[in-house]
């Protein structure tokens, strides 16, 4: 039998990637699955091979978060584990970012090893929109937010859960440039609540991923 034989499981992001993974090894252990997802197709596609129930939401959107976590209640009577994974490194589609990550600090060195000076920079900082910052902000901290309130709804009167925070090795370490900015109030929004929560049994746990760029 597996461990989580007879749970109920949410995963946001879970359409693809590290909360896909998740979603994977909970279904192993017997969870029954929740697959949120941005996207609608990938949320679908990862529930159906799996076996689950897939729900596009923006995780950014408060009044989205409501609805989803409403049929959540309707369609399965209780919640026990919300995994909030849902996220990006860089802005959706900003391969620019990504590519300097991957490619200035090379040169950096190979600067420094030819007798210096630094040339190249990242400059990530100074060149991000509001909007991106925005978005960064709204879909970590606010979508881990929104969707722990809704959950607790769901988790509180059950005097049991476990909620999972996707913070990043960045927020213990620090990081590159901007990417630091949402995972270390994650793992702070992590520690309070799992103090408020603990006297109904629920835990709060954050995990902090090594940064791996996509190439
Ligand atoms: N991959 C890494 O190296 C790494 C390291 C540290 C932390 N993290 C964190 O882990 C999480 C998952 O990262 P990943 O590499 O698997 O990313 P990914 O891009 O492979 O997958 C993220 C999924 O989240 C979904 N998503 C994005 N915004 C959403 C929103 N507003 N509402 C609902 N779903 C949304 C995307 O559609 C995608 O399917 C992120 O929060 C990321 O910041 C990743």
Do not use: Y
């Amino acid at each position: 039998m597996g461990r989580l034989e007879g749970k109920i499981a949410l995963v946001t992001g879970g359409g693809a990637g590290i909360g896909a993974r998740i979603a994977r090894r909970f279904r192993e252990e017997g969870a029954d699955l929740i697959i949120n997802d941005l996207r609608e197709e990938v949320a679908h596609k990862v529930a159906a091979e799996l076996g689950g129930m897939g729900i596009a939401a923006d995780v950014a959107d408060s009044t989205a978060v409501r609805a989803m976590f409403e049929h959540v209640a309707s369609q399965f009577g209780r919640l026990d584990i919300l995994v909030n994974n849902a996220g990006f490194g860089f802005a959706p589609g900003d391969d620019k970012s990504v590519r300097r990550v991957n490619e200035v600090p090379l040169k950096q060195q190979a600067e420094l090893a030819a007798g210096g000076p630094i040339a190249t920079h990242l400059d990530l900082t100074v060149e991000m929109s509001d909007e991106d910052w925005t978005r960064m902000i709204a879909v970590h901290l606010n979508g881990t937010f929104f969707c722990s309130r809704e959950a607790l709804k769901i988790m509180n009167p059950q005097l049991c859960g476990c909620i999972i925070n996707m913070g990043s090795i960045m927020g213990t370490t620090g990081g590159i440039g901007v990417t630091t900015a949402q995972p270390r109030p994650i793992l702070g929004f992590t520690r309070s609540l799992a103090r408020e929560v603990v006297s109904r049994g629920i835990r709060v746990n954050a995990l902090a991923p090594v940064l791996s760029i996509p190439s």
